[in-house]
């Protein structure tokens, strides 16, 4: 008798962390007058499908396009497209379909921007997400070719709490928006990630058929975030939920995984005058609705300020009842900059004696958070200090030839990921035969750049609150 080994089993686990790319397109006089918005419905279907996800619904407005997936979100302007996905997603598997349907319409790409924080279950994911030196070399093979080739970032502490990855790639290089256009103004994200959200914060996202989606969204508070958007939202069974708010050029859009164990929620607000919102405000309205456990909240804006300064540069008090872990502030070499935070309701902070609201580089110990919210325990103060490493300088990197990821089907996964894991070995070698790399321990090197009012600090966030910060040229150790 043959005895069938296919798991038959569901996976008792989902993956919230999404997986986050963003890519701008220049026009050119071929390219139709709607730019991106010109594709048609059957090639988004083709290339969710290359994602391994699903159109659930869209909204629409005179600047952009956004669709709810099974799995996140996607958003269209005419010179940008936005794909965020969740669980065992391919999300970069639809890229280099899209970079070729892009070209149909003659337009090529001027920047590319992937991030996304740890993944809770990394074991799951298929390439080129089984690492982030696979991702930022699959992406290399197709934005290598825009300004310094790409930029590779992780910032955080690699002990405590998640860590953010990003990859970026611009054709313009670090320029100021006042040098792009007169009336250029920068895009400016905030986003919040939450895991070990409180129970009954978690529980009006299971699915209820005598509520509606719409009646979620208000209850929760969740609407009165931004006010003023149009709302698409969804209510999956037997639970999750997903939304997306469109105003103008902005949008906010919200995914919750809210199963006990390995509970996560989401929140991105993105493209709206940084006027309108303070980011540290929003991030404790956040919080007061889903009372997480633990927190990570990335701001980034996407070109440099002539004047050194960002409207939604840092937070300018940490949220109320959290206390700061880390935070690490990275200019990036393509312009711009990210600044990371990561809380805990437990956590102990950098200094004591100030009250909830106060700048956070003089922040209380937390008090606590709601009485049902998962907590953990408090970290000691000797290992608050943030993690960046930056990744190799892609210039010295093995040719192309020698790792090619641009063609990669799923039959071959193992064999593209042993040949990136070779070529990173090889580069480890050549590196350390040169002397490039510091005597010092990875680790240790990144945490010692990491202490509150570094000197090493840039003039623009010197004073600012961000505990630590690479300055324009990474100085932490290299992957």
């Known amino acids: 008798m043959t005895l069938d080994t296919t ?5 008792p686990v989902f993956e919230g962390s999404e997986k986050r790319v963003e890519i701008d397109f220049n ?31 869209s909204r629409t407005n005179a600047e952009l396009d956004a669709y709810v997936l099974s799995e996140s979100s996607l958003f269209v302007y005419p010179t940008k497209w936005v794909l965020k996905t969740c669980g065992t997603t391919k999300l970069l598997r639809a890229v280099p379909r899209l970079l070729e349907m892009a070209a ?3 337009m090529a790409p001027r920047r590319c921007k992937y991030s996304r924080a740890s993944f809770l279950f990394p074991e799951q994911q298929p390439f080129p997400h089984t690492s982030f030196e696979h991702e930022a ?3 290399r093979q197709h934005f290598g070719h825009l300004g310094n080739g790409g930029s590779a970032y992780v910032l955080g502490d690699m002990f405590n709490g998640l860590q953010w990855h990003v990859y970026v790639a611009d054709a313009q290089g670090a ?6 256009h007169p009336m250029a103004k920068p895009t400016h994200k905030l986003e919040v990630c939450m895991t070990d959200l409180a129970k009954s914060a978690a529980a009006p996202f299971f699915r209820d058929p005598a509520k509606s989606a719409a009646q979620v969204t208000t209850e929760t508070g969740i609407r009165g975030l931004v006010p003023s958007a149009d709302i698409d939202d969804y209510v999956f069974e037997p639970c999750g939920y997903s939304m997306n708010g469109i105003a103008g050029g902005g949008f906010i859009t919200i995914h919750i995984t809210p199963e006990d164990g390995f509970s996560y929620a989401s929140v991105e607000v993105s493209g709206f005058d940084p006027a309108a919102y303070d980011p540290a405000d929003m991030v404790s309205r956040i919080l007061g609705i889903f009372k997480p456990g633990k927190v ?18 840092t937070l300018a008090a940490r949220p109320h009842g959290y206390g700061c872990q880390s935070a690490t502030c990275q200019e990036l070499a393509t312009g711009g900059r990210v600044a990371y935070y990561t809380f805990s309701p437990a956590a102990v902070s950098f200094a004591a004696g100030t009250k909830e609201g106060a700048p956070m580089t003089a922040a209380a110990p937390a008090k606590g958070g709601e009485a049902d919210a998962p907590l953990r325990p408090a970290s000691p103060a000797t290992v608050l200090r943030s993690t960046l490493r930056h990744m190799p300088s892609f210039s010295s990197l ?20 042993s040949r990136l894991a070779a070529a990173l070995r090889q580069l480890g070698r050549a ?6 790399l510091s005597p010092k321990s990875s680790i240790g090197a990144a945490s010692e750049q990491g202490d509150v009012g570094a000197a090493g600090a840039c003039a623009a966030c010197k004073g600012s609150g961000v505990a630590a910060c690479a300055g324009p040229v990474a100085a932490a150790a290299v992957l």
């Open 7 to 11: 798991p038959v089993l569901p996976n």
């Open 27 to 57: 026009f050119s006089a071929a390219s139709p007058a709607n730019g991106l918005r010109a594709l048609s419905r059957g090639q988004l279907d083709e290339l969710m499908s290359l994602a391994a996800c699903t159109i659930v619904s």
């Open 104 to 106: 149909e319409l003659s």
């Open 137 to 139: 070399f699959f992406l």
């Open 175 to 180: 320029v100021y928006a006042d040098e792009l």
């Open 296 to 313: 990570s909240v990335s701001l980034s804006v996407d070109v440099a300020s002539s004047n050194g300064e960002y409207s939604w540069g």
């Open 398 to 417: 093995p040719s192309d030839s020698d790792y090619d990821v641009a063609s990669t089907s799923s039959g071959d996964e193992n064999e593209v990921g």
């Open 431 to 436: 590196r350390s035969r040169s002397g490039s």
